[in-house]
């Protein structure tokens, strides 16, 4: 299987040229390679609804008997928005399949891979399971505990603090971390913050769509995030506001939320958006939202600036929870590490 690690990178690599543009659908790349071992065709799947990574491929050949096809995810095997892959692998006259890994999908779950094998096909994998597996997290999660994936980001300075004590926060990091947040944003559905960092900060946030925490509804509407995307605010279900019958726009939907000790219940919030087909989230916001959230999280992303506050007063990126023992810390793995001249980007799963 060594002699595939590097079409199975490409196939990564392709992949990740949709990311932000596939869901509820995952990352798939495909290479298809003749018995010389040359690259005779390459695909993935560019947007939902789109032809799939195996069929964008083997379109553009006329014939592609005895051909070996290298994809990071097992064929699906059933009918979606498109045609199943296996049966234009088949037809194609495919003599080899080398996949990354099975498809988590219950109604595909193994059953690509032995609908080849009957055809007469022979299949290698997994290869390079672990990247192919790291670069589909959110659809994985999906698919395994039919949840929505939950990431955060937060930008401090060394010693941990996001804003001075009046709330100054611009700039912590250099535009070059800034350039890496964008990136970092387009993989997800949404982008979630709460009304404290919109009153303060008056984001824009550009994006598809956008979640508000705003418990009392006390944003103002004509905010800059409120002008682009569709956007959920989540707000305390027991309040009887007139705010909701003056807002004229259809691009904003309510959502009343239960209250837990004082504050909007974040598990019902996540339920929810798994419920709005939102199969992703990145988490944008202050330290009582981010430390709410820590106890539900997939993965944290860490921008650390060379600089120091040292200021108790300053505002720290978790705060709201209090700990007696360093045994009850939330604990994290490292994934990677990354330099954004002069910041570094550490990024951490649960």
């Given at each position: 299987?060594?002699?595939?690690?590097?079409?199975?990178?490409?196939?990564?690599?392709?992949?990740?040229?949709?990311?932000?543009?596939?869901?509820?659908?995952?990352?798939?790349?495909?290479?298809?390679?003749?018995?010389?071992?040359?690259?005779?065709?390459?695909?993935?799947?560019?947007?939902?609804?789109?032809?799939?990574?195996?069929?964008?491929?083997?379109?553009?050949?006329?014939?592609?008997?005895?051909?070996?096809?290298?994809?990071?995810?097992?064929?699906?095997?059933?009918?979606?928005?498109?045609?199943?892959?296996?049966?234009?692998?088949?037809?194609?006259?495919?003599?080899?399949?080398?996949?990354?890994?099975?498809?988590?999908?219950?109604?595909?779950?193994?059953?690509?891979?032995?609908?080849?094998?009957?055809?007469?096909?022979?299949?290698?994998?997994?290869?390079?399971?672990?990247?192919?597996?790291?670069?589909?997290?959110?659809?994985?999660?999906?698919?395994?505990?039919?949840?929505?994936?939950?990431?955060?980001?937060?930008?401090?300075?060394?010693?941990?603090?996001?804003?001075?004590?009046?709330?100054?926060?611009?700039?912590?990091?250099?535009?070059?971390?800034?350039?890496?947040?964008r990136s970092i944003r387009k993989k997800y559905d949404a982008i979630l913050?709460?009304?404290?960092?919109?009153?303060?900060?008056?984001?824009?946030?550009?994006?598809?769509?956008?979640?508000?925490?705003?418990?009392?509804?006390?944003?103002?509407?004509?905010?800059?995030?409120?002008?682009?995307?569709?956007?959920?605010?989540?707000?305390?279900?027991?309040?009887?506001?007139?705010?909701?019958?003056?807002?004229?726009?259809?691009?904003?939907?309510?959502?009343?939320?239960?209250?837990?000790?004082?504050?909007?219940?974040?598990?019902?919030?996540?339920?929810?958006?798994?419920?709005?087909?939102?199969?992703?989230?990145?988490?944008?916001?202050?330290?009582?939202?981010?430390?709410?959230?820590?106890?539900?999280?997939?993965?944290?992303?860490?921008?650390?600036?060379?600089?120091?506050?040292?200021?108790?007063?300053?505002?720290?990126?978790?705060?709201?929870?209090s700990v007696e023992k360093i045994a009850?810390?939330?604990?994290?793995?490292?994934?990677?590490?990354?330099?954004?001249?002069?910041?570094?980007?550490?990024?951490?799963?649960?």
């Amino acid at each position: 299987m060594k002699q595939y690690i590097t079409h199975m990178n490409k196939c990564i690599e392709l992949a990740k040229l949709a990311l932000g543009d596939t869901s509820p659908n995952p990352l798939v790349g495909c290479v298809i390679i003749n018995n010389s071992g040359e690259i005779v065709s390459t695909g993935y799947h560019k947007k939902y609804g789109d032809n799939h990574a195996e069929r964008d491929a083997l379109l553009k050949l006329e014939n592609a008997n005895d051909c070996i096809l290298i994809v990071n995810l097992e064929p699906c095997s059933h009918h979606g928005k498109t045609p199943p892959c296996t049966d234009i692998i088949i037809e194609k006259g495919i003599k080899k399949v080398v996949y990354g890994m099975k498809d988590p999908n219950p109604i595909v779950a193994g059953r690509g891979l032995q609908k080849l094998k009957d055809a007469g096909i022979e299949v290698i994998g997994p290869v390079l399971e672990d990247e192919c597996k790291n670069l589909n997290e959110v659809f994985i999660k999906n698919h395994t505990e039919k949840k929505t994936f939950v990431a955060l980001k937060t930008a401090t300075t060394i010693d941990g603090k996001i804003a001075t004590y009046n709330g100054d926060s611009k700039w912590i990091t250099s535009e070059n971390a800034r350039a890496e947040v964008r990136s970092i944003r387009k993989k997800y559905d949404a982008i979630l913050t709460s009304s404290t960092t919109v009153i303060a900060d008056n984001p824009t946030m550009e994006h598809k769509k956008k979640i508000i925490l705003d418990r009392e509804l006390k944003t103002d509407f004509n905010s800059k995030i409120y002008e682009q995307g569709e956007i959920y605010v989540f707000y305390d279900e027991s309040l009887n506001s007139e705010i909701l019958n003056r807002v004229q726009n259809d691009r904003i939907f309510f959502i009343p939320t239960p209250v837990k000790n004082e504050k909007l219940d974040i598990k019902y919030i996540i339920n929810s958006l798994y419920e709005l087909k939102i199969m992703s989230v990145l988490v944008e916001a202050g330290g009582e939202v981010n430390a709410s959230f820590m106890p539900h999280i997939d993965k944290l992303y860490h921008f650390i600036a060379p600089k120091i506050l040292g200021d108790n007063l300053g505002r720290s990126c978790f705060n709201g929870t209090s700990v007696e023992k360093i045994a009850d810390c939330t604990n994290l793995k490292l994934e990677s590490s990354q330099i954004f001249e002069p910041d570094i980007l550490i990024t951490y799963t649960k």
